[in-house]
């Protein structure tokens, strides 16, 4: 008995090392998330995403680097220094007339560094959107999602238009809190970490709390849906997408990559990796109206609608377009208004027409959601805008 019992135990262990061999690699990354964010890491992690989480590699195209030549070097706002140390800065590009007027690099990182984008990345989505709606891909915004998403039947998302996940005003719920482990956002992060499906995720998302449309609710994985929704209407990957609709025309300097699920379709809602300086090249296209050196990549037309505030927020608030941030101080009605891609831990896409100004500003601060943090950063973004008038 005693020898059976010890034979049962030794394939009990050989099983339990076998296991632990084959998903070795899903428990590396799950260690990965929840040390993500550790004051001694979060700097490196942010500049090497792509090998802590499922990727795959963007390349930079086959033409020439476009050209961000060297202005004149811009007087910094006084403040700047403290609001980089307090703010955990790690790098900014300002571009004014397309040319850099200050360009610095913080806390041991670099011009190579393919900084994570965050939530930055929907707003690229919704260019991509456009593109799609150009094209008549997507007939309407007001098409129903499960139009081009069909998987979407029958769950909180069934009875949405695509101008509803535009604007994250699907009505569903879904908790947002980053700093509670159970949240349904750090509950999706380990779904992506463990290399599971996406797809699956929204597929299960099945409460409303009001409404499609009658109510604005940031909700992130609105924007997978929207992921859903263009791949359904392509037939094509997002990846695919961004590489040829945006990534080939933009001139880049440096490959970027794009975190993935386990099924290797795009984080779109905030897994895009690139230089600094190649996040400031799509800035200017979109300032540009979606024009770039001579080629066009989305309509003006649809730059001017994105980035209009639709959404039905509060007035005088944080207005939203079409995953892109307004400004509630900002006249909305004044079609030269400043506007912006927005991403946790202080990540940054600043355009400002008038000034003909671009800042892309990266960030690793664990206190991005302080009381005051945000609208300090903002303060800080227009400061920078206003000296290239000086």
């Known amino acids: 008995m005693l020898r059976l019992l010890a034979r049962a135990l030794a394939v009990l262990a050989l099983i339990a090392v076998a296991a632990g061999f084959f998903y070795r690699d899903r428990i590396a990354q799950l260690m990965a998330v929840n040390s993500l964010f550790a004051e001694d890491r979060i700097v490196e992690n942010f500049s090497s995403m792509p090998s802590l989480f499922y990727s795959t590699e963007l390349s930079r195209g086959d033409g020439p680097v476009s050209e961000l030549p060297q202005g004149p070097e811009l007087d910094l706002p006084e403040d700047y220094a403290n609001w980089v140390e307090v703010r955990s800065i790690t790098s900014v590009v300002v571009l004014h007339d397309g040319e850099i007027v200050h360009e610095a690099y913080y806390k041991g990182t670099g011009p190579e560094d393919r900084r994570i984008s965050w939530s930055v990345a929907k707003s690229y989505l919704a260019t991509l959107v456009g593109t799609a709606v150009d094209a008549g891909e997507i007939a309407s915004l007001d098409d129903p999602v499960t139009q081009y998403a069909p998987s979407l039947a029958g769950t909180a998302y069934d009875g949405n238009t695509v101008r509803n996940i535009l604007q994250m005003s699907s009505g569903v719920v879904f908790d947002e809190d980053y700093l509670d482990f159970w949240s349904d956002i750090n509950r999706m992060g380990r779904v992506l970490a463990l290399g599971r499906s996406m797809d699956g995720f929204a597929e299960g998302i099945s409460e409303t709390f ?50 993935t699920d386990g099924d290797g379709v795009a984080f779109v809602l905030g897994g895009l990796n690139f230089t600094t300086r190649d996040y400031a090249r799509f800035g200017q296209m979109v300032l540009e109206g979606g024009e770039w050196q001579g080629e066009r990549i989305v309509s003006e037309a649809w730059l001017t609608e994105a980035t209009r505030a639709s959404a039905n927020t509060e007035p005088g608030s944080i207005r939203y377009g079409y995953q892109w941030w307004i400004l509630g101080d900002e006249d909305i009605t004044d079609p030269d208004h400043a506007f912006l891609g927005r991403g946790i831990y202080g990540q940054h896409l600043y355009i400002d027409p008038k000034r003909n100004v671009v800042i892309m500003q990266t960030a690793a601060d664990r206190s991005f959601q302080a009381p005051g943090a945000f609208d300090e950063t903002i303060a800080m973004l227009r400061q920078l805008a206003a000296a290239t008038e000086d």
């Open 210 to 259: 009001i409404a499609p449309g009658v109510e604005w609710q940031y909700v992130s994985i609105d924007t997978h849906v929207l992921g859903m929704v263009l791949r359904g209407a392509t037939g094509r990957s997002v990846v695919d997408l961004i590489q040829e609709r945006l990534l080939d025309p933009l001139g880049l300097e440096q490959d970027g990559a794009y975190i």
